[in-house]
């Protein structure tokens, strides 16, 4: 698998190394923009016609119905292009400085002044993202800061994304804000908005700016939420079994699937005690640093393994690192979290 960070790729970590362990850390707090600005994430990426040769003649043939969006890369021989992708003719460009101008009013609007905690690109600039922090709350003594994520691709396979998102002191585990019924857990939602890169894109931005106003009802509902799972006392018999429950549910390869080879049974069996084994390691150390037993703390140890303990593939440490950063920002990993999060409601708080 290749590497998520390239050569020409950016990564910007504020005063340490962050929990995914990557990039350049600075020792200053600045906005968005100005950290885009300064720490060359704000290249712009340009719509280029694209071509092919015609069979017969050898001619050069535009194909209208499409763009290549590029960057430009400074290298010693000169400036060369980079293709991120290859879009529609109506795909509306973002450019990464925009986002974050974005990115620090909307924030600034939720939090008043915030500082960009972690920024970056992955795949020679396809996706970038910023993620600043805000304040931060307490449950029980676990402190929890609160963040606004913001991701776009370049590469036509994901729309512009923005998503509270609140990271644990404890072990860096993301939690992802949530609206809906506690008592109908069906109805959770991950809280946030997406604009499709087509149409008027300014339009849509101020469309998602006054939707985003409501970031603060939705992080006051995952406040409650926490706080309710946090009171919420239970006995290691819920917490394997909602593990179990979450193993079963998360794609994960099990040992009871019918008709499998005593071998790939066995094999699975073994990652399943394996993941109990760290799930439980974090359920316990976690129950004993805070006073009891608590389904907040199960839901915590899951994320916990899912986002740290869960081996990431990749051919060596770096690559592991860089994909586990990207899951647990955009893909499986998060989706698995924000699944748990809906499946601790229904279990713990909807009786």
Known sequence: MSHEITATDQVVLNRKSAWHGLGTVIDEDLSCEATARKYGLAEPVEGMPVYIRHPDTGELVEIESHQANVRMINTPEGDIPAVLGVVGSSYQICQNIDLAKFMDA???????????????????????????????YDIGGDKTWQYLLGSNSHGGDASIRFDPTDIRVVCANTWQAVTGSFREPENLRRAGFSVRHSGNLEVKLDECRKALRNFDAARRSSRELAERLADT?????????????????????????????????????????????????????????????????????????????????????????????????????????????????AQFLSA
Not at 116 to 130: A, I, Y
Not at 246 to 273: C, H, W
Request: charged share 25%.
């Open 106 to 136: 909307l924030a600034n609007e939720s939090h008043g002044d915030v500082v960009t905690e972690t920024c970056g690109t992955l795949q020679g600039g396809k996706r970038v993202w910023f993620l600043a922090r805000g304040g931060s």
């Open 233 to 345: 006392k239970i006995d290691r018999r819920s917490a394997v079994a909602f593990f179990s429950s979450q193993y079963a549910v998360s794609g994960f390869a099990l040992p009871t699937e019918e008709n499998l080879p005593q071998p790939i049974r066995d094999k699975r069996q073994r990652a399943m005690d394996k993941a109990y084994g760290q799930f439980m390691a974090r359920y316990d150390r976690e129950s004993a640093k805070f006073g009891g037993e608590t389904a907040w703390l199960a839901l915590n140890a899951w994320t916990g393994y899912v986002q740290h303990d869960k081996a990431s593939a990749g051919a060596d440490d770096t690559v592991r690192a860089e994909n586990r950063i990207r899951s647990n920002l955009f893909g499986v990993n998060r989706d698995r979290s924000t699944d748990a999060t809906v499946n601790a409601v």
